[in-house]
């Protein structure tokens, strides 16, 4: 156990210097896509957008296209251009990283390999630089050494820290965003906010994290086992009963998501709107704004797929084109038609017994998070209540999400629910904030040395604070 | 008196598929209850059937559904990782050999259920080997084995068991701050309630508000609780962490009845058809079902 063999200058320069090294190199490893990015030495004075440049989004995930070519990470944006019955193996499953072989080649493409990695995200020294290493909440114990064990052992980095990803977004300048007077010493090192109540809605789950101080109360942490994945999944399923058989078209199927879903704050009303049954007789059409029509993207023509709004007279426009012989374009493209879909998909994060499913919605889940904390804590927390996640840009969600929790929150508490600008990419913006606090990482991060001295299992009992 | 109830489980047992439930009701038991009970549970599961607990059946259609949102594609696909050329190999040579603890790893195709089932069952022994232990100790006067379910035993005697060992399954951690509710239920006087942070330092502002002798009353006082002490803050943040399976969400606080949708168009669920449960909105949708889907397809 940590036998790993130090390259003779690594030896050297742990010898010389036993503390962290300066260099912070942070990654947010989702299962859809891993957030990267050096972390500076100081915190700009701005909002955020000048230290979220450096941070780069990539697709954490081995692609197949149809004619059998493997693309790995980021390729996927740069090397596809034929969107159709794309594959997907990822390494991060049920938010968990478990595949290692598959992990270490994404990370090998993306921050190791000259040839491949962009300059700025290089690891070229690792035992030159901390590693900020994210892991979703409640991890089984044996994938945590397993984390610990490839990162000092395979890359030998030079310092680490595996933390909980939410905790991490309670050193982001949490008070603007919620529109509180500022902190007495912008010039001080930076700190965590107080108490923030972190809903996580990613690709794998949905998580509630209570953070005090930037650290999780643990007892107060639930799973929501639905996530974006499942949306896609849940509206591919639809789509394909309803209309084309869309069950291999994953990658489209989430742009389409993206495009149309949205979050109803009115569900029986919207509801309504969307049926075909008042579609027919009023005159002005009542369905109108709620159902769209996507257009599917053609990878012949190099076309993207967007949405537009419903067209109900299109197959009839179709028809007297194909006997006149003109506008091809208008043949060749294919609609799908997206009614009552657009909001009854993400509905299953709320309502999860709509799919039969035995759990809580959202606005449920935080008071059961709530629940086992001491009652003194939660006008605190909902107040300050921060989504962050892919789902949380679904239009509606905040709305809805702050009406449900007004609606069942006791009426002393004040409820303010908050999603900063960039909700996917947040977390890896609170690490890296959280990097130039030197001291605080200095706490809590592992050197190489003590690792190579204690090995994987003292590193699992320091990293869940035990030590 | 008890009743069967098939418990739908994930795990594989050598057990058959059902087992003996104790009726809930006996619990404190209510004469004008027991009798009104029965009657309406069974009237109203021949009107509405999704208000009782669901058939097993539907139940594995649930978890099969669930299972099938839950995949990375829709076909099993293996793909692998992209061969590399000789020389990029060659690459690692500046970074020492690898470990056994990484080449372990490596090539581990574990699944997450694997890990999953690896550590209930870690779980599960380490659970068993506790309550074991202590038996003796405690129950020397019981002395009874552990599968005294069936004997004659007043209930009283042998509900705790099995009770206690499976709360020590679920969660673990529930020792420490049993004060912390206690103590943070002393009111502050503060009167108005929009205060975004219980501070434990709301100093009574000295202009105020005018006194009344209703100030004290406790029925007008606004509770608001203080915020805990730093100890138990402390206590707070150093709780291990939940299992997996702790941590998920518990079912909906609020009794709803499920809403159902139409399995053709997504309208609501009106009429349910007699041969497969499944709900359709209207007549014009259940024909589209009865001739194309109905059937043992689902």
């Not at chain 1, 994938?143 to 890359?155: R, S």
């Not at chain 1, 996640?389 to 007004?406: K, V």
């Not at chain 2, 168009?265 to 497969?276: L, M, V």
Request: hydrophobic share 30%; with cysteine.
């Amino acid at each position: 156990m940590g036998t790993a063999k130090p390259r003779p200058s690594g030896r050297g320069s742990i010898a010389k210097a036993p503390s962290l090294p300066s260099k912070t190199f942070v990654i947010d490893n989702g299962a859809h896509t891993m957030k990267a990015g050096y972390a500076p030495d100081s915190v700009p004075s701005d909002d955020g957008s000048q230290l979220l440049s450096t941070c780069a989004t990539i697709p954490n995930a081995l692609t197949k296209t149809r004619n059998n070519r493997v693309y790995i990470g980021s390729q996927l944006h740069t090397h596809v251009t034929d969107w159709n019955e794309l594959m997907f193996r990822r390494p991060v499953e049920k938010g968990y990283t478990v595949n290692w072989e598959a992990e270490k080649e994404i990370w090998e493409h993306s921050f190791f390999d000259e040839k491949t990695a962009r300059k700025d995200l290089r690891i070229a020294s690792p035992e030159e630089t901390t590693l900020v290493l994210t892991e979703a909440p409640n991890a089984l114990p044996i994938l945590q050494k397993n984390a610990d064990e490839i990162v000092m052992e395979e890359w030998g980095f030079g310092g680490y820290l595996r933390t909980i990803g939410p905790s991490l977004n309670a050193w982001n300048e949490i008070r603007s965003l919620f529109g509180d007077p500022l902190a007495q010493n912008p010039d001080g090192p930076i700190s965590p906010a107080e108490c923030l109540l972190v809903i996580d809605s990613g690709y794998s789950h949905t998580t509630v994290t209570p953070v005090y101080k930037g650290r999780p109360l643990q007892r107060g942490i639930r799973r929501l086992d639905l996530g974006g994945k499942h949306l896609t999944n849940y509206l591919k399923e639809m789509v394909s009963m309803r209309q084309y058989n869309m069950v291999d078209e994953t990658y489209i199927m989430n742009d389409v998501k993206e495009a149309v879903c949205f979050v109803s704050n009115n569900f029986p009303g919207e509801m309504e709107q969307a049926w075909k049954g008042n579609r027919k007789r009023g005159q002005p059409d009542p369905s109108e704004g709620v159902v769209v029509d996507y257009v599917l993207p053609d990878p012949n023509a190099g076309v993207k797929g967007f949405m537009r709004p419903h067209d109900p007279l299109l197959n009839l426009k179709k028809r007297k084109s194909t006997l006149s012989g003109s506008e091809t374009a208008l043949l060749s493209e294919d609609v799908l038609v997206l009614g009552n879909e657009r909001f009854t998909v993400p509905e299953i994060l709320f309502t999860p017994g709509d799919i039969g499913m035995k759990q809580a919605g959202i606005p449920d889940m935080i008071l059961q998070s709530l629940s086992v904390l001491p009652t003194g804590l939660h006008p605190a927390f909902l107040a300050n209540v921060l989504v962050v996640g892919g789902n949380a840009l679904l239009p509606g969600f905040m709305d809805r999400l702050e009406t449900e929790l007004r609606q069942t929150a006791s009426t002393e508490c004040v409820v303010r629910v908050r999603r900063p600008q960039d909700p996917i990419r947040f977390a890896w913006l609170g690490g890296a904030r959280f990097a130039t606090n030197k001291e605080e990482l200095k706490r809590v991060a592992i050197t190489r040395q003590e690792y190579q001295e204690n090995g994987s299992s003292w590193a699992g009992r320091k990293f869940s604070g035990a030590l | 008196m008890y009743s069967i109830e098939i418990l739908p489980n994930s795990s594989t047992h050598a057990t058959p598929g059902w087992t003996y439930v104790p009726d809930r009701r006996d619990r404190g038991f209510d004469p004008a209850k027991a009798a009104i009970t029965p009657a309406v549970g069974r009237k109203r599961g021949i009107r509405d059937p999704g208000r009782a607990d669901l058939s097993s059946r539907q139940n594995n259609a649930i978890v099969r559904h669930l299972a099938e949102l839950d995949r990375e594609n829709h076909k099993d696909v293996s793909i692998p990782i992209p061969v590399k050329q000789q020389k990029d190999s060659g690459g690692r040579g500046t970074r020492g050999k690898v470990t056994s603890n990484v080449r372990r790893i490596l090539q581990s195709q574990k699944t997450f259920r694997n890990h999953l089932d690896d550590e209930e069952a870690a779980q599960a022994q380490a659970a068993q080997t506790a309550t074991q232990r202590p038996a003796p100790a405690q129950l020397s006067r019981l002395a009874k084995p552990p599968s005294s379910r069936r004997s004659s035993t007043p209930a009283a005697a042998s509900k705790p068991e099995p009770a206690s060992s499976r709360q020590k399954k679920h969660t673990p951690s529930v020792t420490p701050s049993a004060a912390a509710p206690a103590a943070s239920t002393t009111t502050s006087t503060d009167g108005d309630g929009d205060g975004d942070k219980p501070d434990a330092d709301a100093s009574p502002n000295p202009t105020k508000l005018i006194t009344s002798e209703h100030d004290n009353d406790p029925l007008l006082r606004s509770y608001i609780p203080s915020a805990p002490s730093d100890r138990i803050m402390q206590a707070l943040l150093s709780e291990p962490p939940l299992s997996y399976h702790a941590a998920r969400a518990g079912p909906p606080l609020t009794n709803k009845s499920p809403r159902r949708f139409c399995c053709m168009c997504g309208y609501w669920g009106k009429i349910r058809c007699k041969n497969c449960h499944q709900r359709t909105c209207g007549l014009e949708c259940y024909k589209v079902h009865e001739d194309s889907r109905c059937g043992a397809f689902f």
